[in-house]
């Protein structure tokens, strides 16, 4: 048995440990994303990206695919890898060997193309933070067989990527090979270090491998970025070029697809054209039944500035206004484009004050969505539009009087009661957020009062998750937080007061003060329920027993929040 032999067997016995290792990482934190993701998401109300993270790390969280089958396909790439590395990344090739690579070239579309890229990129960032750690903790030798292996992939993901890309720019040529020969002397460099065990030497050339890793990571970010590019520019192409429906589907399914790997993703895709492209589908009749899936796509887009910019250069907002307006549109689409009015009128977003032509149309869009919320056959087109609503009443104040000239809060209030429609914490938290703008007006306590408002409120203080998803005990919080904030308001109203302490609305308020467990340990719960008490107990002092009101009421707000988050700690 020949030392080759020997040392082989021991070199794949790790490649499969290593794979192993990546095999049980995708089986603990691969996510999956579920529907009531993209709800959340056309809400609108708080969920960020992942902008600070690097592109294809941002692709761990948002890949839908089994982990097992998953880690089959990236094994498959690994084995390749390590078949070029013993090659030297130096194919041998034949004529007939070129013309079966320009057959599978021509079988992969620009949508297959990224894919591919982003998977290897994935395993690439990965070997990034693998060595980053390592480093850290000076081992060595693992750090030197890990950039043997990044090599590895680095040379792989480029011989790959060209064999199905045969026009790719200068530019990016010369990134792949200012990569490939920092890659090589990244590798001689943690050779050197594995040679020597003096701990002063290593420490001196820790610095350097440092300093050299970071310029990797710099090289494989641009590279990563102008791939990315070039293959997004020939979807846009596709979707401008083209009058036929199934390639068209095709291409905005693939923009769609690439919209959910991350903010990066969707600021390329609005650089290149991508919101353009898209409204040029959405102002022809032909392409009717592509109008629900090309929003939805120009939805996850507009949740960057540069998408937003877009949509306003091509009068994206009267397009909006048009098919929310047209009745001959299906729920469907009507749905749809009231998500991309939820995604670009976000109170969390910073860049909507240029959206001077959505104040031009208001009138007409917060009309159709208010018949939209009253006709919804679904929980989902109803939480489509109360978000919509929600996020405009938070943009324009004048929003709030056009909703109570049309009777939006009688059409709120009876939805409620229709558990098929609203059957979820999230639209209970669009309905309550809208309640708690328009209480600022004088004139809506009576329309509380005569749609059973208060008992509503009431309810929704008692909001609880049921499934215990994080996200679902947020949203309860903030319906929470909200229905006492609107308590507040319209307290100042006597007939409402009166209405709300009839229905035990203090005991109520006090008991979630003075539980943490109640309001889930939200702080902003407390102060809103300390807030609503104050109100009521003006009206009804006798209602608090002395202890409520010495802690409750009569301090100052501060000293009564303090007094009541100090309640979760134990001296025992």
Not at 444 to 465: K, P
Request: aromatic content about 6%; glycine content about 2%.
């Amino acid at each position: 048995m020949s030392k080759e032999w020997i040392d082989s067997l021991l070199y794949y016995i790790g490649l499969t440990l290593y794979c192993f290792d990546l095999f049980i990482s995708f089986s603990i934190f691969w996510p999956m994303k579920k529907h009531t993701n993209r709800l959340r998401s056309m809400a609108c109300q708080g969920d960020d990206y992942l902008d600070s993270l690097p592109l294809p790390v941002q692709r761990m969280h948002l890949i839908q695919v089994d982990s097992v089958q998953r880690w089959m396909e990236d094994l498959k790439l690994m084995t390749d890898c390590e078949c070029m590395c013993i090659l030297q990344s130096k194919p041998i090739s034949t004529e007939e060997d070129a013309q079966s690579e320009l057959i599978l070239s021509s079988q992969h579309s620009a949508y297959d193309n990224l894919q591919l890229l982003l998977k290897r990129a994935w395993i690439i960032s990965t070997e990034l933070t693998r060595i980053a750690q390592k480093l850290e903790k000076n081992r060595w030798q693992r750090v030197h067989s890990m950039t043997v292996r990044l090599n590895c992939h680095v040379r792989s993901m480029i011989n790959e990527y060209n064999s199905f890309t045969r026009n790719s720019s200068e530019e990016m040529h010369q990134f792949e090979k200012l990569l490939i020969e920092k890659c090589s002397e990244f590798t001689a460099v943690t050779e050197r270090c594995i040679q020597t065990e003096d701990k002063r030497t290593l420490q001196s050339m820790k610095s350097c491998i440092n300093e050299t890793l970071t310029t990797v990571a710099q090289y494989f970010g641009q590279l990563i970025e102008l791939a990315l590019t070039y293959e997004i520019q020939n979807l846009v192409r596709q979707i401008n070029s083209s009058d036929n429906i199934y390639i068209t589907e095709s291409s905005t399914s693939s923009l769609f697809s690439l919209t959910q790997e991350g903010a990066q993703l969707c600021r390329i895709i609005a650089k290149e054209g991508g919101v353009v492209a898209l409204f040029k589908i959405c102002r022809q009749d032909c392409f009717r039944c592509l109008y629900p899936q090309t929003l939805r796509t120009l939805a996850s887009i507009c949740c960057v500035e540069e998408g937003i910019h877009q949509l306003e250069k091509v009068d994206g907002i009267l397009c909006l206004a048009d098919i929310l307006t047209d009745s001959t549109h299906s729920e469907v689409t009507r749905a749809e484009a009231a998500a991309v009015i939820a995604q670009i009128t976000s109170p969390h977003l910073t860049f909507t004050q240029h959206l001077s032509s959505f104040l031009e149309n208001m009138e007409e869009i917060v009309t159709a969505l208010v018949k939209l919320c009253q006709e919804a056959s679904s929980g989902e087109v109803f939480l489509l539009a109360s978000a919509a609503l929600a996020n405009i009443t938070f943009f324009d104040t004048m929003a709030c009087e056009m909703l109570l000239h049309l009777n939006a809060m009688k059409i709120l209030l009876a939805a409620c009661a229709d558990k098929q429609i609203v059957d979820t914490p999230y639209s209970r938290d669009q309905i309550v957020t809208i309640l708690a703008n328009m209480s600022v007006l004088d004139q809506c306590a009576s329309e509380i009062i005569q749609g059973n408002g208060v008992q509503l409120l009431m309810e929704m203080l008692f909001e609880r998750s049921s499934s215990g998803n994080s996200a679902e005990v947020t949203a309860c919080e903030r319906v929470q937080q909200k229905s006492a904030v609107t308590l507040a308001r319209l307290s100042r109203d006597p007939e409402v007061a009166h209405a709300a302490i009839k229905l035990s609305c203090i005991p109520r308020l006090i008991e979630l003060c003075r539980s943490p467990t109640e309001r889930n340990n939200s702080d902003s719960v407390l102060v809103a329920c300390l807030a609503a008490l104050r109100r009521l107990a003006v009206m009804s002092p006798d209602g608090l027993e002395d202890s409520d009101f010495q802690q409750l009421v009569k301090p100052r707000l501060v000293d009564s929040f303090l007094l009541c988050t100090n309640m979760e700690e134990s001296f025992v």
